[in-house]
């Protein structure tokens, strides 16, 4: 045969990414993702440690079990069970009382962000970030036209609010993300500062608490009532819910947003089983959250002892803890890995992240973590 013949019922698949009509400014583009290894130890996608309970897993087959024999049909197209759950439970959460009406879900909370992007952003207008921060966020800006400007932290990695003010002032985007508690860095931006940049913000401001529940801080959704035609509160299930398989996210926000991204949203974007789990998931939340706080003081327990070990930790209010200085980030990466432990290279020099594991994953961290820096200080 020669290169391109090929029998019938075969694919040909010798064609290279860049010989497609991809969009210009996707090429050179990476696809998301952290490496998926089999590891005695694995501490590097942010995974709550704890699997569901017993009790949640006989209720979600007992649910699963009513579900199934309408699976002919359609869901529930605006998720309204759901919602009304996840508005009880935001309610007591944070103590900001919502109703269905403000709250909307999707799959994952990266789903909800990139209908917003859909909805708010697009082409001829600008998402601004400040980086380091989640790495979707300009992934999803590029997805959906959007050009996303990127302010950099200061060197203590949390918001310089002057500069981030004076970008905001200069470049007036339609879109501000705040990532609070920030991933991958896990410091938390004040309500304060966060009434300054809705002030100073032309467009929409989206605050993505993923980690919320590990905070002590407040949650912006007290800013809802202030902000109401500019704040959304963007929030998820995989982290403090054991729930990263269910893809389960929502967002908090005045009624006119769920009307803005009911314009975009896929038609029936939330299966039948999705909903049914989450759920259960919500209704098991005080045993699940129990979790959290158990992460809490391994958290407060993993940065005390990098600290004395000699490691820069940033103070974290999330279930991470982002850490350093290396000269070679990525080598260091490599030593952990070569002791059996996956944490995460993020790509910002001279530091690394750990997810809060078991008790037994984050000893075994530690010992690596011991081991690495006496064999730096030994060869210096």
Request: charge should be negative; hydrophobic fraction near 45%.
């Amino acid at each position: 045969m020669t290169k391109h013949e090929f029998q019938p019922g075969t694919i040909c698949a010798d064609v290279e990414l860049g010989a497609l009509p991809l969009r210009e400014e996707l090429r050179g583009q990476h696809a998301y993702g952290a490496p998926q290894l089999q590891v005695p130890v694995t501490l590097n996608t942010n995974e709550n440690p704890y699997a569901p309970s017993q009790e949640l897993i006989d209720d979600l087959v007992e649910q699963i079990v009513k579900v199934a024999p309408t699976l002919n049909r359609y869901p529930e197209r605006d998720s309204v069970e759901l919602r009304d759950e996840l508005a009880a439970y935001v309610s007591r959460q944070t103590g900001v009382t919502v109703t269905r009406d403000n709250v909307w879900a999707a799959n994952g909370s990266n789903e909800v962000l990139q209908q917003l992007l859909q909805a708010f952003g697009g082409p001829g207008r600008t998402a601004m970030g400040f980086t380091p921060s989640y790495s979707m966020h300009p992934i999803l800006s590029a997805g959906t036209q959007t050009e996303f400007i990127a302010v950099p932290r200061g060197a203590d990695f949390r918001i310089n609010m002057d500069a981030a003010l004076d970008a905001i002032a200069r470049k007036s985007p339609d879109v501000v993300f705040v990532t609070t508690p920030n991933n991958p860095t896990g410091d938390v931006t004040s309500i304060d500062d966060l009434r300054r940049i809705l002030d100073a913000a032309p467009g929409i401001v989206i605050v993505d608490e993923a980690y919320a529940e590990f905070s002590p801080s407040p949650s912006a959704t007290t800013l809802i009532d202030a902000y109401p035609t500019k704040l959304v509160v963007s929030r998820t299930m995989s982290k403090a819910f054991d729930f990263a398989g269910g893809r389960l996210g929502y967002f908090v926000a005045a009624p006119a947003f769920i009307e803005a991204v009911m314009l975009v949203r896929l038609p029936y974007h939330l299966s039948a089983l999705s909903q049914a789990a989450a759920i259960v998931a919500l209704r098991h939340a005080e045993e699940t959250l129990g979790g959290v706080d158990k992460l809490a003081r391994e958290r407060v327990r993993v940065d005390a002892e990098l600290t004395a070990m000699g490691y820069d930790v940033v103070p974290s209010e999330s279930n991470f803890v982002f850490f350093g200085h290396f000269d070679d980030a990525h080598a260091a990466w490599q030593k952990f890995l070569d002791r059996g432990v996956l944490i995460r290279d993020v790509g910002v020099p001279g530091h690394l992240r750990v997810t809060i594991g078991l008790d037994s994953e984050n000893n075994a961290f530690l010992a690596a973590a011991k081991e690495i820096i006496n064999d730096t200080i030994a060869h210096r």
